[in-house]
């Protein structure tokens, strides 16, 4: 499937660090890259990204409930005010289509082993769940745990993978 987002991300002029990066993930796969299909897995919730940081938004939100539901909601409306409504809606529904589930099923339908997959995620436990089915076929370049919130080396990280 193209998407634009894609070819616009590979006009940009990259920093020095970003491009050692990528210099670094390209000389460890086995395979020659441009031979492997990219797989990027992002199936993090926008409110999981709230969990562990100190943002305004959200303290001013937690301190308008302690239930586990409010926190929820309180989550939710704090990433409304980040993304905007429309983002917030935007990011929710692609990160529903692009879980790891979802590139098993693309994946058994492309229905060769000859293919080799580079694949990133949000969630190492995703990427564990593409090895653990189609084994040998996934390279995935060692990532730090990046966790929450982002640091500026993992997004970094991001646009490497992603490009």
């Known amino acids: 499937v193209y998407n634009p987002m894609g070819y616009y991300a590979r006009q940009l002029l990259y920093s020095t660090q970003v491009l050692k990066m990528m210099r670094k993930t390209i000389e460890a796969c086995p395979f ?12 993090r919730a926008v409110k999981s990204e709230l969990e562990r940081t100190s943002s305004k938004q959200v303290v001013h939100h937690q301190q ?3 239930s586990e539901e409010g926190n929820d909601i309180n989550k939710t ?3 409304e005010e980040m993304y905007g409504s429309e983002g917030y809606n935007i990011a ?6 692009t879980n790891a589930f979802a590139f098993i099923n693309q994946i058994s339908a492309m229905n060769s082993i000859s293919y080799s997959y580079f694949v990133t995620s949000d969630d190492p436990a995703a990427v564990e769940i593409l090895k653990a089915r189609f ?16 640091e500026t080396r993992c997004v970094q990280y991001a646009l490497v993978d992603m490009v």
Do not use: K, N
């Not at 020659?32 to 199936?43: A, E, L, T």
């Not at 929710?92 to 289509?97: D, F, G, K, M």
């Not at 040998?136 to 966790?147: L, N, V, Y």
């Open 32 to 43: 020659p890259i441009h031979d492997m299909i990219g797989v990027h897995i992002r199936s």
């Open 64 to 66: 308008h409930s302690q």
């Open 77 to 79: 409306l704090a990433a």
């Open 92 to 97: 929710e529904h692609w990160r529903s289509q």
């Open 135 to 150: 084994d040998s076929q996934i390279f995935t370049a060692e990532r730090p745990d990046c966790g929450l919130p982002r």
